[in-house]
C-alpha cells in the first residue's frame, strides 16, 4: 500500500470536481504533470488506469489518487457502462509518499516539536469504501460537482458552483476524512488483520492463497488466521471467498460476460467450482441468479 503524507498547515484545499459517464469501449486520456492530485471515485462499472508504472483496474466502490508530477493514461477500455467522479486537490505545504503506514521516526519529532505545531494527513493512494462508506462519501462528494463528462451525448458541461469557496473546502475535507488514515492506536496484531483484509480486496482477482498472503506479510500462516479471526471472525480463506462471489453478482448483473469469464476474472480456477461454491453462499447457479436480477 502506498500514502502520501500531507505536512499541515496548510491543509489540501479543492478546486474542482466533475462527473464522467463512459460508454464500453472508451478509455481514459494520458496526461501528464497536471499539477493537481486526481482524486477519482467509482461509481460503478470499471476504469483502466496506469499511474506512472503502476497498475490499477477500479472497480465499484473504489477510490484513487493520482499524483500531480506523474503520467496517468487508461491502459485498456472498459467494458461496460461506467461512470466515476473526480475531483481535484492541490497544496502549497510540503508532501511525500511513503509505502508505511505508520509515522516515521522523522516525522514523529516533527510532530512532538511544539514550536513547529505541524501534523501530518495521511491518504492512500488507492483504497476501496464498503458500500455503508460509499453512500455518505458519494452524498458528500455529489455536493462539489461543477463539470460533467457525457461520452453517450458527446458532451462536456460546466456549471456555477452551488457552494461558495468556504463551503467547498468543508465539504472537500470532509470528503479527505472518509479516507484518511490516522496513526493506529490499535495493536499490531488488529493492524496487522485490516492490512490484511486490504490486500485481499485488492488482489482477490490473482492467485491468492494463505501460504502467499503469509509470505507476502511474512508471518506465518497459523498467526494470519489467528488475527483475522479475532479482528474478522472469519478466517483469509473466508474472507478471500466471500469477496470472489459479492464481486462475481455485480458482474452478473452489470456485464454480459460469460459465466466462466467472470469466473475467471473473480480469481476462481474452474468455472465448476465458481458454480459450486456461488450456489453455496446465494443458493442459487450463477445463470440463476442473473435470470433472477435482469
Request: hydrophobic share 35%; glycine share 4%.
Amino acid at each position: 500500500m502506498e500514502y502520501v503524507n500531507f505536512s499541515t498547515p496548510p491543509f489540501p484545499h479543492f478546486v474542482v470536481a466533475g462527473n464522467a459517464l463512459y460508454r464500453p469501449g472508451d478509455i481514459h486520456g494520458k496526461r501528464s504533470n497536471i499539477g493537481v492530485f486526481d482524486l477519482i471515485f467509482i461509481e460503478y462499472g470499471e476504469l483502466y488506469i496506469t499511474d506512472d508504472d503502476k497498475t490499477y483496474h477500479l472497480k465499484e466502490n473504489d477510490i484513487l489518487i493520482l499524483k500531480p508530477d506523474s503520467t496517468h493514461f487508461g491502459h485498456k477500455r472498459v467494458s461496460m457502462k461506467t461512470k466515476f467522479n473526480w475531483l481535484h486537490f492541490r497544496t502549497f505545504g510540503d508532501y511525500h509518499y511513503s509505502n508505511e503506514f505508520h509515522l516515521m521516526k522523522e516525522e514523529r519529532k516533527l510532530l512532538n516539536s511544539y514550536s513547529d505545531r505541524k501534523n501530518l494527513v495521511t491518504l492512500p493512494l488507492y483504497k476501496k469504501l464498503t458500500h455503508l462508506e460509499s453512500g455518505e462519501f458519494s452524498t458528500c462528494f455529489t455536493k462539489l460537482i461543477s463539470a460533467n463528462i457525457d461520452k453517450y451525448q458527446q458532451k462536456e458541461t460546466h456549471e456555477q458552483a452551488l457552494l461558495s469557496p468556504l463551503e467547498c473546502q468543508e465539504v472537500f475535507l470532509r470528503v479527505l476524512s472518509f479516507i484518511q488514515v490516522f496513526q493506529p492506536q490499535r495493536n499490531s496484531n488488529e493492524l496487522l488483520a485490516t492490512n490484511i483484509m486490504e490486500y485481499i480486496m485488492s488482489n482477490y482477482h490473482t492467485h491468492l492463497t494463505l501460504e502467499s498472503i503469509a509470505n507476502y506479510f511474512n508471518f506465518h500462516p497459523v498467526h494470519i488466521i489467528r488475527c483475522m479471526k479475532k479482528e474478522f471472525g472469519i478466517t483469509p480463506n473466508k474472507a478471500l471467498t466471500q469477496i470472489r462471489i459479492e464481486n462475481a453478482k455485480k458482474l452478473l448483473i452489470t456485464s454480459t460476460l460469460s459465466i466462466n469469464k467472470i469466473s475467471d476474472f473473480v480469481g476462481f480456477t474452474t468455472p465448476s467450482y465458481f458454480n459450486k461454491i456461488f450456489k453455496e453462499y446465494t443458493g442459487l447457479t450463477p445463470k440463476e441468479y442473473r435470470n433472477h436480477k435482469l
